[in-house]
């Protein structure tokens, strides 16, 4: 997404030209799901769609912002953040409330904002928002704010101030991408690892099944209720110390002997998690062999756990997943993000791309009587001052 649709708006709406500009990536997970909020490790990789946004500084103490996909402009009064405007402005108004809480010094301003990352899919649109709007605020208001702080911060907005219990995966992609590479990240100690894409013999391809799930409409806070009560049950069967903060402290070779011990439910939802973070590991092994195929192999593993083990899966996605499976030049797919709709990502042979994508499209829309949109997409920086 180029800058200049966000400065072309800005001209259009406020006067004068704008000050600083952002570009904050959206995402696609290559495997790490639902192991987040599980205290886990999660292995996803900032793509080239992208929310861009600039801004410049106003003395009336408004905070103004306008989006180019959405027609209605935001409005937040200071310094008690009174918000009107239309329902995105909640982003907004988190990422100012999260920087008031770390005490910035917050002034008005103008705000224009372009993306070409689609609302709602799955690929982090709501992270790359918030990203985007941090690094503008930290730039408009000279915070000087280290890249750490930024994701928290754009997590805080999200997780607590929008009021979505996510977990940190999608911020600190979206401020840690690099292009080139997937970024491995140790959901409880935060450490990051940049991990290397193959620079031949890979493609990555996101289809959007169509399907919308906003994570506030609930089974997303059910799951994470699920695995809060399967920690429980393991807490009371003794095969954990109260101590335990999260399934991730479960030792995977001792499934076995609670399976006896949960209710059939939080046992699912306990081998996902552990098995899960195992296939981050096999993934991120595969990658730096430049083995794409092995990695494949693991994005399918991947799926099934989802579909069986955490039932997050729907029947577009799993369509999607079980037509490529029989294509030539798949290595491997599975949904990616929280599920219940939104995306699926496909490892494929670059030789095969027009192949898949016409056969894949094709499969899907013979079942389902609609094309669905999708996407080719390149690893990416995050978050940046352009
Ligand atoms: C959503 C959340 C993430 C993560 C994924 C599932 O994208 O925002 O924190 O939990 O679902 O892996």
Known sequence: MHADAARALFRERFSGAPLHDVRAPGRVNLIGEHTDYNEGFVLPCAIDRAVVACAAQAVDGRVVACSRELPEPVEIGLPGLERRGPGWGRYLHGVLAALQEFGAPIGGCRI???????HGAGLASSAALCAALVRLCDALYGLQLDPLSRARLAHRAESHFVGVGCGIMDPWICVFGRRGAALRLDCRSESIEHVALPTTGLALLVVDSGVRHALAEGDYGDRLGECRTALRELQQAGLLPSSAQALR????AALGAAESRLTPRSF??????LS????????VAALRRADPAAA???LDAGMRSLQADYEVSRPELDALCAIAADLPGVLGSRLTGAGFGGCTLHFVEPAAREGVEAALLAGFAARFGRRPRHWWVESADGAELL
Not at 112 to 118: I, K, R, Y
Not at 268 to 273: C, G, S, T
Not at 276 to 283: F, L, S
Request: glycine content about 4%; proline content about 7%; aromatic content about 8%.
């Open 296 to 298: 494949g192999r693991w």
């Open 249 to 252: 402290d479960f030792d995977p």
């Open 276 to 283: 899960e973070n195992e296939r981050v590991e096999a993934v």
């Open 112 to 118: 224009a904002l372009a993306s070409d990352l689609p």
């Open 268 to 273: 699912r939802r306990l081998r996902h998690v």
